[in-house]
């Protein structure tokens, strides 16, 4: 095969999935008829946006997916990527008001507005959006695919290995939309920054707690791997140390980056209210 | 607040110790709902094309090699061709397939003379490219070449697993090669044809 051909079959889904090419078609379809303006914040906000899209397609539907589900460290790498990177860049956006623009009007009004409006969804939304739930369901999903019993399961049947990266995409979703969306449940005072931070850094403890455990152990773990064959000869040992190490500091550092930005948003909220307090000393 | 930040912090952790393996009499792994049913369109060593119907009402023993492994592929054969003698089935009721990944050099004689080796229970098959890709993806198995040596020998790296459907075509256990022992697979394969009847 020539080159050319090899980059195009490598393209081409692995297990290809309507519902996936659905999604993500939908979304970028009305990404781009609800971008209005181009300033060059926007268009740097467009960019996130698109990263994450791409990302989280790539993983899904290419030939990747083959490498993910024969090569424990490649299948750490795809759930980095739909938990933590991708949902990161996409929350990082903020994309909710150009999706809703982007929706036909017949569709906005006679049935987005009215399920937004509806108390019972604004209640399990505003529930799963806690920062507590939020954050136990984000490390609480990482835990529970790494039992080895359940994730010897999910790799041999295609239905959970779906529910699996699905849960991992929209979770991630969740999860970093909940980190970087300020406004609180009622719209009227901002939550707390410091607050934020904080759960970012608690959240990294768990994940660097079962990544060591993984990296470290003299155990193969996830023997599904070494049974359903890897997609290249590499020792389980080694596929398993470097899968650990995935979890164990490059999830964690998605924290260490969510961080950053939010410290930025903060030190820039006080700037005005650091240079009004100085005018008012000056004053007196 | 700082009480259930803890035992969020510290559910995790139970998790950890709940991931021993429970204890089965079976020596195969129940994959019973977990795969799909017996499907696939090979092609047998004289050339026909073989679909997963063409083993209705027996038992299938799925296993992928190819007929150039030095000792895992052959022992593996053999002590599943051991295990259902001793069963005492005949090759009616179980048969072992063996799925050559290496079509390039598993032409039908060659895997016609390979599984004569251990007839009447063993049927090889192979198939194209395309046809083997399709029964990978659906078992979920992956196999891969290494480099050719000075004589164009190369090895073939394939997945370990050995699939056992029932005389329906349902998927019921994973059995794994390098734990293999003779009597206790045919102990499982009579457990099977027993819930099968």
């Not at chain 1, 860049?89 to 409006?117: K, Q, Y």
């Not at chain 1, 924290?255 to 006080?270: C, D, K, P």
């Not at chain 2, 051991?82 to 089935?89: E, N, S, W």
């Not at chain 2, 063996?98 to 009447?120: C, M």
Request: hydrophobic share 45%; with cysteine; aromatic share 12%.
């Amino acid at each position: 095969m020539t080159p050319l051909e090899n980059s195009i079959g490598f393209l081409a889904p692995y297990e290809f999935s309507p519902t996936v090419l659905a999604v993500c078609v939908s979304a970028a379809w009305l990404y781009v008829r609800g971008s209005a303006s181009s300033s060059e914040q926007e268009r740097f906000r467009a960019l996130l946006f698109w990263s994450g899209l791409v990302l989280m397609y790539a993983m899904l539907q290419t030939r990747y997916d083959f490498y993910a589900q024969h090569m424990f460290f490649l299948h750490r790498l795809q759930h980095l990527v739909l938990h933590h990177l991708a949902p990161f860049l996409i929350a990082l956006s903020a994309p909710g008001e150009r999706l809703l623009a982007g929706l036909p009007a017949p569709i906005r009004h006679h049935l987005i507005e009215p399920l937004l409006g509806c108390r019972l969804l604004r209640g399990v939304t505003t529930g799963i959006q806690q920062p507590l739930v939020a954050s136990i369901l984000f490390v609480g999903l990482i835990y529970f695919w790494l039992i080895p019993d359940v994730h010897f399961i999910a790799m041999l049947n295609l239905s959970l290995y779906n529910a699996m990266n699905w849960g991992m995409a929209v979770d991630g979703l969740l999860f970093w939309w909940m980190v970087f969306n300020m406004r609180s449940d009622d719209g009227n005072a901002d939550r707390h920054f410091g607050g934020r931070i904080l759960l970012l850094f608690l959240v990294m403890f768990p994940q660097i707690v079962i990544g060591a455990h993984i990296a470290l152990s003299n155990q193969d773990l996830f023997t599904v791997y070494a049974v359903c064959g890897r997609a290249w000869p590499l020792s389980e040992h080694v596929d398993q140390q470097i899968g650990g190490l995935i979890t164990w500091i490059h999830a964690p550092m998605m924290s260490i980056a969510g961080a950053l930005v939010l410290f930025r948003r903060w030190m820039r909220q006080r700037e005005p209210s650091i240079a009004e307090s100085e005018a008012c000393r000056d004053l007196s | 607040m700082s009480r259930s930040l803890l035992i969020a912090l510290l559910l995790p952790l139970l998790l950890v110790p709940a991931c021993g393996r429970n204890e089965s009499p079976w020596q195969g792994r129940n994959i019973q709902g977990v795969m799909p049913d017996l499907a696939f369109s090979l092609t047998d060593d004289s050339g026909h094309t073989v679909t997963g119907a063409n083993f209705a009402g027996k038992i299938v023993l799925l296993y992928f090699g190819f007929t150039h492994c030095e000792d895992v592929c052959p022992t593996t054969l053999s002590t599943l061709t051991k295990a259902v003698r001793t069963a005492g089935y005949d090759a009616d009721q179980v048969r072992i397939v063996f799925v050559s990944v290496d079509p390039r050099r598993d032409t039908p004689e060659v895997l016609r003379s390979y599984s004569a080796h251990f007839s009447p229970y063993v049927t090889g098959l192979s198939g194209t490219e395309a046809q083997l890709g399709d029964v990978a993806r659906r078992y979920r198995v992956a196999y891969n070449y290494g480099e050719p040596d000075a004589d164009g020998d190369y090895e073939v790296y394939h997945s370990s697993a050995i699939f056992v459907f029932d005389a329906r075509g349902k998927v019921r256990l994973l059995l794994q090669q390098q734990q293999l022992d003779a009597a206790a697979v045919a102990n499982d394969l009579r457990r099977l044809m027993v819930s099968a009847s």
